[in-house]
Each structure stands twice: as structure tokens, then as C-alpha cells.
């Protein structure tokens, strides 16, 4: 019996020591991305001057190397996704969880998330072969290869994300509180847009904030999609034109450039901005979520 | 469980089986020369080909393994010097930098290309100069009405800068084969990571224009005749107009290896020579070196 005892606390403290191990793995993990990133992006500051870095044109194989194309390009077509895919996967979510009869509610939950577990390359076949075409003819377009295109296809890559965690906090919110406003002779739709979407705003905001971390670090789907013209363009018309989105560029261009050339050295100072972008995007997330979860704590006390 | 335990007997057995079968084709050959293997790696536009050529001559030599991947000319040549491939495949000649890096690479020229300028079948334009192309491609010329086609934008495609094709088109089309011409593709050019990427594009845009290996046309683009001024003949590309130089976007296609080849791997460049390989190059669209 007692040897039993102790042996089952060993194994207890086994298991502690490695749930604690691989909690901490993810800070050293991040940590050591971020070491190596710094290590190999920043020589390109010394190399190459801030206003050439800060230039208009992007064209590495005869030395310009204007990062402003590249940033733009990204922030269009994440812009744009953000915009398809908030939406409507707000709106998914809200139909799932309030509205859907419990039938359908089986059905749609596990297709949503088959949807998001399709490989990005595919639905950029389908971008490519489906989706650029009918955009060149039915907006008239030179070509249907632009920011556009990446940004459909992109928000509907970050659909799925959305849905899933929104449909979450969604529930997650207390059967009391649709039952009291219906009480007090709210509509469905009030009872949706006053009561519980606020309820959840921390888990729906969160969902958009993991959408639009999808949309801004996905590649392939958008090397296919977006024609990967370098040009920076500001307005309306830069989402019907081609572009060329960073992640898209270390994707293309990383295979051939010699080891430690200052080439390879940009492309590595690229990846810095997007995991500075990202982190900007996380940090703003949880500051959110945060201070929702201070507010709901002063009205219950 | 039960599942895989019914079937774990049988795999087993085919495990064995597989394993005997190797065994016994490396006892069969040759006796006591060891399967050489060789690493080949490099240019998109010679991958078709490369693969082929390894193909024909694995099934002459069967004691040795070729592995061909693509991936373009600057990241064989990149692997080439960090010694993890044996041969590189390069559809432009090597840089002087590359060549300054340490492997010492020996250049073979082991067929010719040439490209080919393609637009939608839709588009009457069917000749161009060597001088529109260049215009259209550094953004001088906008609208196909400039060159005697319909009233439409002009939507020009390229390969990624990684491309030995990009570099070939840039030097010779774009700066007309002059050392202190600074043209540029305009920035609106769009840049597509693959061949297939181009062929795509052309066949369903009216608008477009782009240029690929010729091996790599396929039938339902239009290839356009191209001259080297206004008052020279236009000529389509094709084994003989490359060969007799009339045609005037060619160029050489190259391997290289890291100094003077040896064993395996000098025997293999030796037979790419050959008038079957050359054969192999022919079929596949390409222009032979040697005449067979």
C-alpha cells in the first residue's frame, strides 16, 4: 500500500516537472526565434542604408531593396481579409450559436472546421484557375491577379479561425442572460446585438484578432493569387491592382540567395517586421481582453 | 487492434519481401562497385529535362541513381558551392561572385533554349521587335493599340527574380544585350513563381503577354515571331531558327560541378553527350548541342 503511495507522488511530481517543461518551452521557443531573427535581419541595417530601405523599389538582384511595397502590399490584402472575414464570421458564428435549429447547428459546427483544416495551396488553385478570372471579367479588370483576389481567398482562409472561437465565447455566454432579456420583451435580434454578443466581446475579439493573424502570416495561397507586382500604391485602386505581400517575398526569394549576402540579410529583417506585426496584433488582443475582463469585474462587485 | 494485428503478419512478410528483392537486383549487378548516386539540382526551366536524361541513362546504368529537383538556376549553383548537390542546372552562366565562392565549378553546355514570347490566342498581335518587347516590358508602351493589337491594357508576366530565365530576359530583351543599358521591368510587372504560373495566366487573359522556355509552350497560348529590328525577318522559335541563329531570344543551358568530374559523375555529363541524350533534347522541345 504504501509503496504504492509513494511511487503514485513520483509520478505526480514526474508529470508536474513536465507539464511545467513544455509551458516554458514555448517561452524559450519564441525566444529563440526571435534571437535568431534579430541575429541574422539586423546586419541588414548596417548594409544597407534606412533610405533605401525606405525606398519605393523593391528589385534585390540588382541591389534595391525599398521595403514599402512589400508593407503595403501586406496591410492591403490583411486589411482586406479582415474585412471579408470579420463579418461574415461573426455573422456565422451568431447564426450557429443563436439562431440554427439544433439539427443544423450538428451539422454546420464540424463543416466549419473541416474548412479550416483544407491546405491554403489548394484553395489557391482554385484562386488561381476560379476566382482571378471571374474577377478580371466581371470588374473589368486587366487582370484578376490582385490584392483583391489574395484578400478573398484569404478571408476565406480566416473564416473558419473566426467562427470557431467566436461560436465559442459565444456559448460560453449564460443561457440566464438570453432568458432575462427575452423576459423583459426583447426581440431576438436585441436580445443577439445588446445582450450577448457584448457578453462575449472579449472570446469575439479574440477570434478576430487570431483571423487576422491567419490572414497576415498565410503564403502560398497568396504567392498564387496576387500577381507579386512590388509597387506601393495608396487608395482604392490598390486593391484592384496586383501586389506583392511580404511573406510572399521571403517565400519566393529565400531559396536562392547566398547565406550572409545582403540580400539574405533583408530577407530576414522582413521576417522581423512580420513577427514585430504579429506580436503588435497579440499584445493589442490581450490588452483588450484584459481590460473586458476588469470591467465585468467592477460590475459584479 | 485486432485490425492491425491481422494484418501485422502479412506486412511483415512484405517487409521481407521488399527488403529480398533489393538485395538480391544489388548482388545481381555489378559485384563489388557501389551504387554511385548523384545529386542534380538547379534550374526550373531544366527539370523536365534533366529528369529525362536521368531517366534514360538510369535505365542504361541501373547501379546508378540520379536524383534531379528543380528549384532555378541560383539555387543549384547556391547548393552546388555549399557542396550538397554533385551537378547544378543552370539556364544562365554562372556569376562571377558564384564563381569566386570556393567549389570551382566547371561549366558545361549541355543544350540550348530558346524562349518564347506568348500571348492569349485571342490577341491579333502576332509579330513584335525586339525593342516593342522591351518597351512593353519596362512600361513604355501600355496598351496593346501601341504595338497593333485591340485597345487593351497591357498585362505583363514574368518569372521571380530567382529565375536563371528572369535574369536571361532582363539582360538580353530588356537591355537588348547592352552592358550600361539600366532598363528595368517596371514594377507592374507581376511576378509568378513558376512556368505553369504564366501558361495559366496567358491562356485566360486577353490582356497578357509572357515568356517561357520553349519546351514549356503548351498548345493553347500563341507564340509571337519575334525580330531583331523593324527591317529584320520575323522569325518563330524553333530548333532549326535557334540553331541557325535566326531566331534571336536564345540562349545556352548549362551544368556545372564542383572542379573536374569524376567516376559516375564524369561518365554521366560524357554521355549527356551522346546522340541518344541529344535525342531525349529534341523531343522535349529543346535544341541540341552536338548534332546527333
Known amino acids: 500500500m504504501r509503496n504504492k503511495a509513494t511511487s503514485l507522488s513520483w509520478i505526480e511530481f514526474l508529470i508536474t516537472r513536465l507539464v511545467k517543461a513544455s509551458g516554458y518551452s514555448a517561452i524559450v521557443f519564441v525566444g529563440l526565434i526571435f534571437f535568431f531573427l534579430m541575429g541574422e535581419g539586423l546586419p541588414a541595417l548596417a548594409e ?68 479550416g483544416g483544407f491546405p491554403s495551396v489548394v484553395l489557391g488553385f482554385l484562386g488561381v484557375l476560379v476566382l482571378s478570372p471571374f474577377l478580371r471579367e466581371f470588374l473589368g479588370l486587366p487582370t484578376g491577379l490582385t490584392a483583391l483576389a489574395g484578400s478573398l481567398l484569404l478571408g476565406g482562409i480566416a473564416i473558419p479561425t473566426v467562427v470557431s472561437v467566436a461560436e465559442d465565447a459565444l456559448d460560453a455566454v449564460p443561457r440566464s442572460y438570453r432568458d432575462a432579456a427575452l423576459a423583459l420583451g426583447a426581440t431576438q435580434w436585441q436580445t443577439i446585438w445588446r445582450v450577448t454578443l457584448p457578453a462575449a466581446r472579449s472570446g469575439v475579439l479574440t477570434a478576430v484578432m487570431l483571423g487576422v493573424g491567419r490572414a497576415i502570416g498565410e503564403t502560398m495561397a497568396v504567392m498564387m493569387v496576387t500577381g507579386n507586382a512590388p509597387v506601393l500604391r495608396l487608395g482604392l485602386e490598390a486593391l484592384f491592382m496586383p501586389t506583392r505581400t511580404m511573406t510572399a517575398t521571403i517565400a519566393a526569394e529565400m531559396g536562392e540567395v547566398a547565406n550572409g549576402s545582403e540580400h539574405y540579410h533583408v530577407l530576414f529583417l522582413i521576417g522581423i517586421a512580420l513577427f514585430l506585426i504579429s506580436l503588435a496584433i497579440n499584445v493589442t488582443a490581450s490588452a483588450l481582453v484584459f481590460r473586458q475582463h476588469k470591467r465585468s469585474e467592477r460590475i459584479l462587485s | 487492434m485486432r485490425f492491425a494485428l491481422r494484418f501485422l503478419p502479412g506486412l511483415l512478410c512484405a517487409l521481407a519481401l521488399i527488403l529480398a528483392g533489393c538485395s538480391d537486383s544489388d548482388g545481381g549487378e555489378t559485384s563489388q562497385e557501389a551504387a554511385a548516386y548523384i545529386e542534380n539540382k538547379g534550374s526550373d526551366t531544366m527539370v523536365n529535362l534533366a529528369l529525362a536524361w536521368a531517366e534514360a541513362y538510369q535505365a542504361l546504368n541501373p547501379q ?8 532555378g538556376s541560383g539555387t543549384g549553383i547556391a547548393a552546388l558551392i555549399n557542396g550538397t548537390v554533385d551537378i547544378a542546372n543552370a539556364s544562365r552562366q554562372i556569376k562571377a561572385e558564384e564563381m569566386a565562392a570556393g567549389a570551382a565549378p566547371v561549366e558545361f553546355v549541355v543544350a540550348r533554349d530558346a524562349i518564347a514570347i506568348i500571348v492569349n490566342p485571342e490577341n491579333p498581335v502576332d509579330q513584335l521587335t525586339l525593342q516593342q518587347i522591351s518597351d512593353i516590358y519596362s512600361g513604355i508602351y501600355d496598351n496593346w493599340s501601341q504595338v497593333g493589337g485591340e485597345d487593351r491594357p497591357i498585362v505583363r508576366l514574368s518569372r521571380e527574380t530567382n529565375s536563371g530565365t528572369h535574369v536571361y530576359f532582363l539582360e538580353e530583351v530588356l537591355r537588348l544585350g547592352q552592358k550600361d543599358n539600366k532598363t528595368f521591368f517596371t514594377p507592374e510587372t507581376l511576378l509568378l513563381p513558376s ?48 540553331n541557325n541563329d535566326q531566331y534571336p531570344i536564345a540562349r545556352d543551358l548549362y551544368m556545372y ?17 551522346s546522340a541518344e541524350a541529344q535525342a531525349i533534347v529534341v523531343e522535349l522541345g529543346f535544341v541540341p548541342v552536338a548534332v546527333p
Do not use: C, H
Open chain 2, 195 to 242: 512556368s505553369e504560373g504564366i501558361t495559366t495566366e496567358v491562356r485566360q487573359n486577353p490582356n497578357a503577354i509572357g515568356y517561357d522556355g520553349l519546351g514549356y509552350v503548351t498548345p493553347d497560348v500563341k507564340v509571337v515571331a519575334v525580330a531583331r529590328d523593324a527591317s529584320g525577318p520575323y522569325v518563330m522559335p524553333s530548333a532549326e531558327s535557334v
Open chain 2, 257 to 273: 560541378t564542383a572542379g573536374q568530374p569524376s567516376g559516375a559523375i564524369a561518365d554521366y555529363i560524357q554521355w549527356l553527350f
Open chain 2, 64 to 71: 546508378v541513381r540520379i536524383s534531379v529537383t528543380g528549384g
Open chain 1, 48 to 115: 544597407t542604408s534606412l533610405s533605401s530601405l525606405l525606398s519605393t523599389r523593391w528589385y534585390p538582384i540588382e541591389g534595391y531593396y525599398g521595403l514599402l511595397p512589400l508593407i503595403g502590399g501586406s496591410l492591403v490584402v490583411t486589411l482586406g481579409a479582415t474585412l471579408v472575414a470579420v463579418p461574415v464570421g461573426i455573422g456565422t458564428a451568431v447564426f450557429i450559436s443563436e439562431i440554427a435549429p439544433r439539427w443544423l447547428r450538428e451539422i454546420l459546427k464540424p463543416l466549419v472546421e473541416v474548412l
